[in-house]
Nanobody, 123 residues
Framework: QLHLVESGGGLVQAGGSLRLSCTAS????????MAWFRQAPGKEREFVAS????????NFADSVRGRFTISRDNAKDTMYLQMDNLKPDDTAVYYC????????????????WGQGTQVTVSS
């Protein structure tokens, strides 16, 4: 069982920045694809970004491309989401997800999920 814990959420003004972290335990982190999703109140969960095993392959939702950066430090069993130029529409609970299956890439069918961290962007 892979256990995921998000941190780094908070309240920030529009135009500001936050860095989210997702720390994994219980399994070998390097074997897992990783991703960030978010869910705003009253909306469905949406994909934000994903990163491959070595960190060289990344994918972003159009709504965050150019503003968010995803990275991972396999030595620290941690994935990051650097969020710059935040907008009120970025307000949501952010979840990290992990899967060892290549087929999870580009889908919402990920095996492991964290509990989420709240990000609130004020206008």
């Amino acid at each position: 069982q892979l256990h995921l814990v998000e941190s780094g959420g908070g309240l920030v003004q529009a135009g500001g920045s936050l860095r989210l972290s997702c720390t994994a335990s219980g399994r070998t982190f390097t074997y897992y694809l990783m991703a960030w999703f978010r869910q705003a109140p009253g909306k469905e969960r949406e994909f934000v970004a994903s990163i491959g095993w070595r960190g060289t392959n990344t994918n972003f939702a159009d709504s965050v491309r150019g503003r968010f950066t995803i990275s991972r430090d396999n030595a620290k069993d941690t994935m990051y989401l650097q969020m710059d130029n935040l907008k009120p529409d970025d307000t949501a609970v952010y979840y990290c997800a992990a899967d060892f299956r290549p087929g999870a890439w580009g889908t919402y069918d990920w095996t492991y999920w964290g509990q989420g961290t709240q990000v609130t962007v004020s206008s």
